[in-house]
């Protein structure tokens, strides 16, 4: 990053944030260097789409607009455009012919 030297809490905020990167498959870690993996919602497959947004749903009923922001969220992206609605829309659908979710309207929730 440029510095000469990194304090402990920094380092902390630091590690915790690329922890999270990669848990969330935006970066991986390839020969000791850290590269991008995911910079736009069509990086992402329906399956790991799927698993963001049940992880991000827990067991309550969400408004389908409001889960699908939370996850767009959850994955790093600012706004849930058109692209990254479509996108987990799609992946809304498969998970509920899956059965792993269901839905009343306009609300859905995991099935667990």
């Not at 380092?11 to 990167?21: F, H, Q, S």
């Not at 790991?48 to 992880?55: D, G």
């Amino acid at each position: 990053m440029g510095f000469d030297r990194l304090g402990p809490r920094i380092r902390k905020v630091i590690e915790g944030d690329l922890r999270a990167a990669a848990r969330r498959d935006v970066i991986y870690d390839g020969l000791s260097r850290l590269y991008l993996d995911s910079r736009t919602i069509h990086d992402y497959t329906r399956k790991q789409l799927k698993k963001y947004l049940l992880a991000v749903m827990g067991s309550t009923w969400w408004e389908q607009d409001d889960a699908i922001r939370a996850a767009a969220r959850y994955l790093g992206f600012r706004r849930a455009g058109p692209a990254i609605q479509r996108a987990f829309r799609s992946a809304i659908n498969g998970a509920i012919r899956q059965g792993r979710l269901e839905r009343d309207r306009r609300m859905i929730r995991a099935v667990r």
